[in-house]
């Protein structure tokens, strides 16, 4: 039997995509297969019904600001943590009978401009009622912070997700077919793609994305993240950024360009965000991220860094308290009865320093009406199966 002509040039077309449509569809049904493409909404609708689950992709972009801006307004919180990545230790666990209330938001503020859309376009009818704010020391510096807004802003960076991109999946499909059968699972090969197909699909391992399913490293769906580390067994503190923070200050570069004094139009733009809030009614509770003891004496140290440090860690509280919002100075593991060896890196501290910001917070005047239960958190730290990484959640009652 000889086909009609369309049908014959069809089924050469079809004949002939086959070896590139193949492959293609086989990069599509593994990252569908293991949750990496999974559409941002579903993950948030997800990861609030599913108390265990994690969301990491691994390939694409973690579409962080639409996620949390998603799961804030899905689930409308009454507590949440704002801030930059230094602030996603936070947990609900440590908020003891109120849990359910809090919300990790961190990651959606990397400079004064996010700070203001926030701001902005929260809700007026959100049930937000105290914000803990980890105020960073590169908002306040121009040159840092105009890097930033060029490479990110939150009110167009909520409505974007890589996953869904046609674009992202292109660059990433060219990755696998350069890096071929590479078991390394940093890199996109068909090695980690196979991975997709061994221990069941996304749902039934309760992990979304490669870097949850490989590394079980990505968002809690309290919003706070799992970096997939147990406690280690040398506690001798290594900053395992790269470049170190050293090397960023020596260097002045990725948040440490030179700076005479802090930025005078961003931290009155950061101020008015501040008395926004509380004019709604917002509990704010600000603290100062830390770093280790070497970051802070090459901070002092710095010609072109000194004075604006100064200035971070002995006027702006007085100028933030003035807004109207509690503060803490918790910019070096010591001011809260730790050292080095409570963080993971030079930027980001663990859990248990983060326990001991909601202590040194809720002792301070103006944080009564934030719901921190210190008593609680306090038995949290002091238990004896607590170490400098991970509080003991399990032996508090």
């Known amino acids: 039997m000889k086909f009609p002509m369309p049908y014959r040039f069809a089924l050469r077309t079809l004949l002939w995509a086959l070896p590139l449509g193949l492959p293609v569809a086989a990069f599509e049904l593994s990252l569908w297969r293991a949750g990496e493409t999974t559409p941002i909404g579903e993950i948030c609708a ?38 930059n990545s230094r602030v996603m230790q936070f947990r609900r666990e440590m908020f003891g009978a109120r849990s359910a209330d809090f919300f990790n938001a961190g990651g959606m503020i990397q400079h004064v401009r996010d700070f203001e859309q926030f701001v902005e376009i929260l809700p007026a009818d959100t049930r937000i009622a105290c914000v803990i704010l980890g105020v960073e020391y590169s908002w306040f510096n121009d040159c840092a912070a105009i890097v930033a807004e060029r490479t990110r802003v939150l009110a167009k960076s909520i409505r974007s997700d890589e ?32 991975g997709a197909w061994r221990g069941g699909d996304a749902a039934a391992v309760n992990a979304w994305g490669f870097m949850a399913r490989n590394r079980h490293a990505g ?24 470049p170190t923070v050293i090397e960023r200050i020596k260097t002045g570069t990725r948040g440490f ?67 109207g919002a509690v503060y803490v100075d918790a910019s070096t ?18 859990e248990t320093f983060h326990a001991r910001i909601l202590v040194a917070l809720a002792g301070q005047p103006g944080a009564d009406p ?16 607590s170490n400098p990484w991970f509080p003991n959640y399990g032996g508090v009652q």
């Open 370 to 385: 934030a719901g921190l239960d210190p008593a609680f958190l306090r038995r949290l730290i002091d238990d004896p199966r």
């Open 219 to 242: 968002f809690r769906p309290d919003g706070s993240f799992e970096y997939g580390l147990s406690a280690p067994g040398d506690w001798t503190f290594q900053d395992r950024e790269h």
């Open 46 to 83: 997800v990861l609030a019904a599913r108390p265990d689950a994690l969301f990491g992709r691994q390939f694409f972009d973690q579409g962080l600001y639409r996620f949390k801006w998603a799961s804030i307004l899905q689930r409308n919180p009454a507590m949440i943590a704002l801030g």
């Open 163 to 194: 996953g869904l991109d046609g674009f992202a999946h292109g660059h990433v499909f060219q990755q696998v077919l350069r890096n071929g059968l590479t078991s390394d699972l940093s890199r996109p090969s068909w090695a980690v793609l196979a």
């Open 333 to 350: 593991p010591g001011a809260l009865g730790m050292d080095d060896r409570c963080m993971r890196d030079g930027l980001h501290a663990m």
């Open 257 to 323: 360009e030179p700076m005479v004094a802090l930025s005078e139009d961003r931290v009155e733009r950061f101020l008015a965000c501040v008395r926004a809030l509380k004019a709604r009614g917002i509990t704010v509770l600000c603290f100062a991220p830390p770093y280790p003891s070497a970051a802070i004496a090459a901070l002092e140290a710095s010609p072109d860094q000194r004075g604006g440090w100064r200035q971070y860690r002995e006027e702006l509280p007085a100028r933030i308290r003035g807004a």
